[in-house]
């Protein structure tokens, strides 16, 4: 299958569905992480946030390697073998499906994701294992209910069975008013006793205070609020009664680290805590 380049040529799409417009988190992620799928508005975005937070692209690039890093943990010492990859963004190296079935070829990913230029490329290059599988849904985090219900999902998952819940890097998208404690723990309470939460998430804990001002005006500066950074306290709270596998929630740089301690970047050029939790 080919990938569209342009967004009338993404089939199944309404008009209005794909607003180029308008930045999209995925694409300008893929921006950050110097990637070529996104557009005017998400380069715009991701150069304003750059010039107060210059280090955002090391923000990225530390967040996919906890992706890698934390995938391969599940799959090889818990043993996991089902993943729900939510917030999925544009395929890159390393993706949850490639990961887990390095080490499992049986393992089964559902990836979701509202950005339909996502799912397009997610269709197109996420191609599964022969012994495992993958399945792409379109639908928002902030509503729990629709993913869990879609049939495609219970399809590719056997809910009664343990699964790996992975919010990277997504979080920080959902304000207080879309209830976002509420959202992950509707998911993780859909899932049975062993099942794990790996999250990331975005934080001014390590920023100095004027750049944490700066920011959080840049991040408050869209349609909706861009972005909210939380503390680590605030980033506990979503683990509910989920016990933290070690070393807990750390700076993501510092979640099982492959690569000495000098050669980790600074805390504020990591901004991002990560954590993996798991369901007793």
């Known amino acids: 299958m080919t990938v569209p380049s342009r967004p009338d040529q993404v089939p199944g799409v309404a008009a209005g569905r794909l607003d180029t417009s308008v930045m999209h988190p995925a694409r300008r992620y893929n921006y950050w992480l110097g990637g070529k799928d996104n557009f005017a508005a998400d380069r715009e975005s991701g150069d304003q946030i ?28 818990a043993g996991i073998r089902q993943f ?39 269709r ?12 792409y849904l379109d639908a928002d985090l902030r509503d729990p209910d629709r993913i869990l219900a879609d049939p495609e999902l219970r399809r590719i998952l056997d809910l009664s069975r343990p699964v790996a819940l992975m919010l990277i890097a997504v979080l920080h998208f959902l304000g207080d008013d879309d209830g976002p404690y509420d959202v992950v723990a509707r998911l ?21 205070a004027d750049v944490t001002e700066r ?9 909706r609020p861009d972005g909210n950074p939380r503390s680590r306290a605030e980033i506990e709270r979503f683990l509910g009664g989920l016990a933290p596998v070690e070393p807990g929630v750390v700076p993501a740089s510092e979640w099982r680290p492959e690569v000495p301690a000098d050669q980790l970047p600074p805390l504020h050029e990591a901004s991002i805590y990560g954590v993996v939790a798991r369901k007793p």
């Open 124 to 135: 197109a290059l996420l191609t599964s294992s022969v012994a495992g599988a993958t399945a």
């Open 84 to 122: 729900l990859d939510i917030g999925t963004g544009i395929p890159t190296a390393d993706n949850t499906h490639e990961v887990a079935q390095a080490v499992a070829p049986d393992s089964r990913i559902v990836y979701v994701d509202n950005d339909p230029m996502v799912l397009v490329h997610a």
């Open 188 to 208: 993780v309470d859909a899932l049975p006793s062993g099942s794990y939460l790996a999250l990331t998430h975005f934080t001014t804990d390590f920023l100095a």
């Open 215 to 223: 920011a959080s005006t840049q991040f408050a500066g869209g349609r």
């Open 50 to 77: 750059a010039a107060v937070y210059p280090a955002i692209r090391t923000v990225a690039r530390e967040n996919r390697a906890f992706l890698r890093r934390a995938v391969r943990f599940l799959a090889a010492e």
